[in-house]
């Protein structure tokens, strides 16, 4: 009989982040791994983010047919903005609701307006913002995920004029992004 209990229950792993120590068993890291690759908070579903573009994009004529956004690859990107208030009217809201017959309908609200200015705050067209807080988030903070046009337009109205209010100069928007993936089909890397 050996006097070393099963490895299984004795494997740790430690870290030291500022001056704390946390020990996990291997288990714990198999759940903290599947836990990372489960939807992280306030990130919209991947293909009703893409529905939403491609709808959107055929509306405006940039595409000649739907669908044709979705023959790509996509990540979702999540990124912040500080947008100065004076800079505000510099966007554009556009709705897109998904017709998907196995459930109600969903809405996603797209930036599709950019001013140059609001450009250089980093928002790009087709961003959705998922989140909005004014006053270093400490006053006014909002979740816009799954809000139809109105909503968003009133969380947003909201936030300019609490940080007006209180003397802030701006806003931060949390954006969700859609970022197209390059790679190259295995048709194309024989050729």
């Known amino acids: 009989m050996s006097h070393y209990p099963s490895l299984r229950f004795l494997l740790l792993s430690w870290i030291v982040t500022q001056g704390f120590i946390y020990a996990f068993t291997v288990g714990d890291m198999k759940r903290r791994s599947t836990e990372m690759r489960e939807t992280p908070p306030n990130v919209v579903d991947k293909e009703i983010f893409i529905e939403a573009v491609d709808r959107i994009q055929y509306e405006l004529g940039i595409i000649e047919e739907k669908g044709a956004v979705g023959d790509y690859t996509y990540a979702i990107g999540k990124t912040e903005a500080k947008l100065p208030i004076v800079f505000a009217s510099g966007l554009g809201f556009a709705e897109a609701t998904s017709n998907n017959e196995d459930e109600s309908p969903t809405s996603l609200v797209l930036v599709t307006e950019v001013s140059k200015q609001v450009a250089g705050c980093g928002i790009q067209p087709y961003d959705t913002i998922v989140g909005i807080s004014a006053q270093g ?36 928007l949390q954006l969700n992004r859609l970022v197209k993936l390059n790679y190259m089909p295995e048709e194309e890397e024989k050729q």
């Open 137 to 172: 988030g400490t006053g006014y903070v909002k979740n816009t995920n799954s809000l139809g046009i109105e909503q968003t337009a009133e969380v947003f109205s909201g936030a300019v004029h609490h940080s007006m209010e209180h003397g802030g100069i701006d806003i931060q």
